[in-house]
């Protein structure tokens, strides 16, 4: 898309800052802010798929499936979302998991097998049996 125009198409080639490697192909996603990201993948052929417009901050297996942490603060805004792909047929589906309390900063896969996503707002716990939790952070 060019500027918001639908009949005004441009291609760049720009390396994607994450990428998972899956059964079927790649999940690779980007975040260029304010300017915005997408989540493609690209199967075993080589063939990409754009799966959404988006800002990727990350991507996590989980037995469930793929958790992609997207989001964005910029300004005034300061959304987040956890999103699911999983695979039917070998191609990914896409569906919104969580809203999150603020665009993730960062986030971790955790050794028992939970994601920590942080924010300027807090932090909350993807558990591996798929709630969310809100955690509280402390120094000792």
């Not at 899956?22 to 199967?43: H, I, K, Q």
């Not at 589906?93 to 996503?117: M, Q, R, T, W």
């Amino acid at each position: 898309k060019y500027f918001g125009r639908k009949n005004h198409l441009t291609t760049h080639h720009v390396p994607a800052a994450v990428t998972y490697k899956t059964r079927y192909g790649y999940l690779a996603g980007d975040s260029r802010g304010e300017f915005g990201g997408e989540l493609v993948f690209v199967d075993n052929s080589g063939l990409v798929q754009l799966i959404q417009d988006m800002n990727v901050e990350d991507i996590y297996e989980f037995k469930f499936g793929y958790v992609v942490t997207e989001g964005l603060s910029h300004m005034s805004s300061n959304n987040g979302m956890l999103y699911l792909v999983t695979f039917l047929n070998k191609k990914p589906h896409l569906s919104k998991l969580f809203g999150l309390i603020g665009a993730p900063e960062s986030s971790l896969k955790l050794v028992n097998g939970d994601l920590l996503i942080n924010s300027r707002e807090g932090s909350q716990i993807l558990k591996s049996d798929g709630s969310l939790v809100r955690v509280s952070c402390k120094s000792s």
